[in-house]
């Protein structure tokens, strides 16, 4: 099924073909980067689970993405319930993993901000929220471009001592001031 398109971009359902490069993109050192480690083929495979598990529970969830030029899947942009101990949580989370092949070309953000229309507009969500590690510069910037607000900075609770990825950051966006 798809949900919604932008100019460039299809977001869809998950399909078993989409497995081998999610797996390929969840072992690559650079697309995890800011990420506690990388995924082994089993894990991504239980991450894909969740994320299935998600779209049945709630409709929505992390879109798989697919370019309209070659329909190629290039990651996922979407929508996580985040539950880990803090102040601002549960909550719902806009997130998003490309492979490097997609990167530099503005598809993270655009299909962010076509993400948070859809999530304000026809889901009728009425807080949408995005973190990162401190360091991850680029994500703080689609953050930024997409219209979010910086709300705090945290420690995050799944993060060990120590680690520089534990400084994370928090923003977000209000459907009432979102446009």
């Avoid at 977001?11 to 993109?25: A, I």
């Avoid at 894990?43 to 409709?59: A, C, S």
Wanted: aromatic letters at 16%; a neutral charge.
């Amino acid at each position: 099924m798809v949900y919604f398109e932008t100019p460039r971009l299809i977001f869809r359902d998950w399909r078993e073909e989409d497995l081998p490069e999610f797996r390929e993109m969840n072992k690559d050192t650079r697309v995890m980067k800011y990420f506690p480690k990388t995924l082994s083929p089993e894990e991504t495979d239980g991450f894909y689970n969740i994320i299935r598990e998600e779209f049945q529970k709630y409709g929505y969830g992390l879109y798989a993405v697919e370019t309209k030029l070659d329909q190629r899947f290039i990651g996922f942009i979407g929508f996580h319930r985040a539950t880990f101990a803090a102040p601002f949580t549960p909550c719902i989370e806009i997130g998003w993993r490309l492979g490097t092949e997609a990167w530099g070309k503005g598809f993270a953000t655009e299909g962010a901000r076509a993400c948070l229309k859809y999530g304000f507009e026809a889901l009728g969500l009425e807080k949408i929220y995005s973190l990162t590690s401190k360091i991850n510069i680029p994500s703080e910037n689609v953050m930024k471009k997409i219209g979010l607000a910086k709300v705090t900075e945290f420690q995050h609770p799944n993060i060990p001592e120590g680690n520089p990825l534990k400084e994370h950051l928090l923003y977000a966006a209000d459907s009432c001031f979102y446009k």
